[in-house]
């Protein structure tokens, strides 16, 4: 069943629901663009505070309002606070007897400050009774799994009431069981998928860049370490490249495990085995072939490809004939995601690429491969790499002054990184950090999106300790301090 929608006239771009994931990455990077997160929670409840006053006789009327610990809590906290305002007599219940953000804490002060009542733990099913409205504010979108106890009841209590059931951002438990079931869901900036009934949506003031261009809220769907986690589960990555210039695949590698991956393994030339394997006691390096890249690498890539989540092939790995006929053999037989970095974009051709492919060309690669110049005007960028991507069911990440990335159907900018970053080397970090992000099984899209931050962001790091003397292998050693700052 559809939902009963009502978005503002400005909104009406945001028909599409937009998933949990995107909406924690959307108020993430609101906060990195500059929107302060207590304006969001301020928006947030005001918003609602003004829906409901406008769907309802609230002058005088006992209005519960039902929280939990979390940013969720701190939207109804904030909402009770207007409705008092509005002349309601709203009433708060502490589920778990206190709120953990330090916002929520914040807004429960100001709420006492101004005299609502504020009860705790005990007495929801009184409260309920006595009440002529409820506000659920107990779960929010960053919740996951069947609602335990004590939510369990209180979710229970609330849709047995039969009173006028109102739902703050998304109605807990919404997926799983049991649920809210409200008469009204207030939402902030944009309709969430799974959502039925009376929807009404509020702008709460995050910004267009926070979804136009990549920023820190991209890492939410960084996958976390499982507490069981095994060697492996992270990601098992192999490097196909080295030849003519052994430094590219060296410094993607190094990359990958700097991304997070757990086994990184290289292929490479016999000529320059000796180098790549005395490079990283980490690599797990094979020798194939004599000076390029050819039959012998075809046959490690068909022996060792069900064991890997992911491949790049490209870095260093130059223009030979032996080198062409064997990517044309990988791309025509692989059967894990791949990413095509350098000499590789100019050895194949788009419309034989398989899907879940990235390739991540900078201007003149683009042209290489796809046999069309890429604009100088950003918007006109934009299209055409949208249009690329559409076309070839392949994710572009074309390198630039701005990045932009691209599946055919969503398209992202990503503006971190410095002019220094022109040195040599940083596009072998960069496929090497996208593939890691991939071998951990990200979708290609994210991990392309996401990639771009973090060498971006790791550069601009790099940049303020080593100036214009800074290197590609500064930037490897920056992207542990990006995952550090933002997970």
């Not at 978005?7 to 993430?28: K, N, T």
């Not at 006992?62 to 929280?67: K, S």
Request: charged fraction near 25%; glycine fraction near 10%.
């Amino acid at each position: 069943m559809s939902p009963n929608l009502y978005l503002p006239p400005m909104f009406s771009r945001f028909m599409r629901p937009i998933s949990f994931l995107d909406m924690r990455e959307y108020d993430r990077n609101a906060v990195w663009f500059g929107v302060p997160e207590e304006s969001l929670m301020e928006n947030a409840g005001k918003g609602a505070a003004e829906i409901i006053a406008s769907e309802y006789d609230v002058k005088g009327k006992r209005i519960l309002v039902v929280c939990g610990t979390g940013n969720n809590a701190g939207d109804g906290l904030v909402c009770a606070r207007y409705l008092r305002e509005m002349g309601a007599d709203p009433v708060i219940f502490l589920l778990k007897g206190k709120v953990r953000s330090e916002l929520s804490k914040l807004n429960l002060k100001r709420a006492r400050e101004m005299g609502i009542h504020i009860y705790e733990n005990v007495g929801l099913e009184e409260l309920v009774r006595k009440s002529h409205i409820i506000i659920d504010a107990l779960l929010g979108i960053g919740v996951s799994g069947n609602p335990k106890e004590p939510y369990r009841t209180a979710i229970e209590l609330i849709n047995n009431s039969g009173k006028p059931i109102i739902s703050i951002d998304v109605p807990s438990g919404i997926g799983y069981e049991p649920c809210v079931k409200p008469d009204l869901t207030i939402t902030f900036d944009s309709p969430k998928e799974g959502m039925e009934g009376n929807v009404k949506v509020v702008d709460i003031g995050i910004p267009e860049d926070a979804r136009k261009y990549v920023g820190p809220g991209a890492f939410v769907r960084y996958p976390r370490l499982r507490k069981d986690t095994h060697k492996g589960d992270s990601g098992r990555i192999m490097i196909i490249g080295g030849g003519p210039y052994h430094g590219a695949p060296i410094m993607a590698g190094k990359a990958a495990y700097r991304a997070g991956s757990d086994l990184v393994y290289l292929t490479v030339p016999e000529r320059v085995y000796p180098v790549v394997a005395g490079a990283c006691d980490n690599f797990i390096v094979f020798s194939d072939g004599d000076d390029v890249i050819g039959d012998e690498a075809l046959e490690r890539f068909l022996e060792l490809q069900e064991k890997m989540q992911a491949i790049l092939v490209g870095p260093g790995i130059g223009r030979d004939e032996r080198t062409k006929i064997a990517l044309e053999y990988i791309v025509g037989s692989a059967t894990v995601p791949l990413v095509l970095d350098a000499d590789a974009l100019h050895l194949v051709k788009p419309e034989n690429l398989p899907e879940n492919t990235v390739v991540t060309p900078h201007r003149v690669e683009f042209e290489a491969l796809f046999g069309i110049r890429a604009p100088e005007d950003i918007e006109e960028r934009r299209e055409v790499v949208r249009e690329m991507a559409e076309k070839h069911g392949v994710v572009i990440l074309l390198k630039g002054p701005v990045d932009v990335i691209s599946d055919g159907k969503k398209v992202t900018l990503n503006r971190t990184g410095v002019p220094r970053m022109a040195v040599g080397g940083t596009g072998d970090v960069l496929a090497g950090t996208v593939t890691s992000l991939i071998g951990r099984r990200m979708k290609p899209y994210d991990a392309a999106r996401l990639g771009a931050f973090m060498v971006g962001h790791a550069g601009e790091l790099a940049f303020q300790e080593k100036s214009y003397g800074m290197m590609a292998t500064d930037v490897i050693e920056n992207i542990h301090e990006v995952l550090k700052k933002f997970l």
